[in-house]
């Protein structure tokens, strides 16, 4: 039995699109305490991904003895500083004013765990980089996105509206989504959970 940690819609679509059987079970975490008290010790996205990834895996493979359980989390990065899903509209607009015509990292890590204990771990970085857009076409993308800005930390979904945003991009489409997919296929496969 595989069990993702995860409240994301995104993840979730990723892993049924790909044919994984799965169940969800969201982690209760306090991901904001668990950044600020690693903002202390380190101000490596990875590390802090990876450590959220781990900790939403291990509660909730307490509740799910024998089970594969797959946490992951994702960091955006941009000249040092950290960005988190937006609150609200106005925050999802400061966030994009923020990140237009500059390059930043979106980091995703993803975690195994079973009965407690992790057993696998991967983290793939990607570069995106805005283009210098208008602010009537911020207004005009805001408007047309509706609440679905507020649902990733970039406050876009590049898969949809949100390419519009963008000049370049580098690096794996599913680690941008959120999960690195074809790196846990492959540790699937190998662990007898999908077959070879």
């Known amino acids: 039995m595989i069990v993702l940690a995860s409240a994301s819609r995104a993840r979730a679509r990723m892993l049924e699109e790909a044919g ?3 169940a969800v079970e969201v ?12 903002a202390a010790e380190t101000r490596n ?8 990834a781990e900790l939403k ?15 992951a989390d994702q960091m955006l990065d941009c000249d040092g500083t950290w960005f988190d899903k ?10 994009l004013l923020a990140l ?6 979106l980091t995703s890590s993803v975690v195994a765990v079973r009965d407690g204990r992790r057993v696998w771990h991967h983290t793939e970085a990607a570069r995106l980089t805005m283009r210098n857009f208008s602010e009537a076409f911020l207004d005009a993308y805001l408007e047309q996105a509706g609440e679905a800005v507020l649902s990733s930390v970039g406050a876009y979904q590049l898969e949809g509206l949100g390419a519009q945003l963008f ?30």
């Open 20 to 22: 994984v059987a799965f």
């Open 27 to 38: 982690a209760a975490v306090d991901e904001a305490a668990v950044k600020d008290s690693l």
């Open 45 to 52: 996205p990875a590390r802090v991904a990876e450590v959220l």
């Open 57 to 71: 895996a291990v509660r909730v493979s307490a509740r799910h003895p024998g089970a594969l359980v797959i946490g």
């Open 86 to 95: 937006p609150a609200d509209r106005p925050a999802a607009r400061a966030q």
């Open 100 to 105: 237009r015509h500059k390059t930043h990292r």
């Open 167 to 196: 000049l370049a991009v580098e690096g794996d489409f599913f680690t941008i989504l959120g999960l690195p997919l074809l790196a846990l296929m492959d540790f699937l496969r190998d662990n007898g959970e999908l077959v070879s």
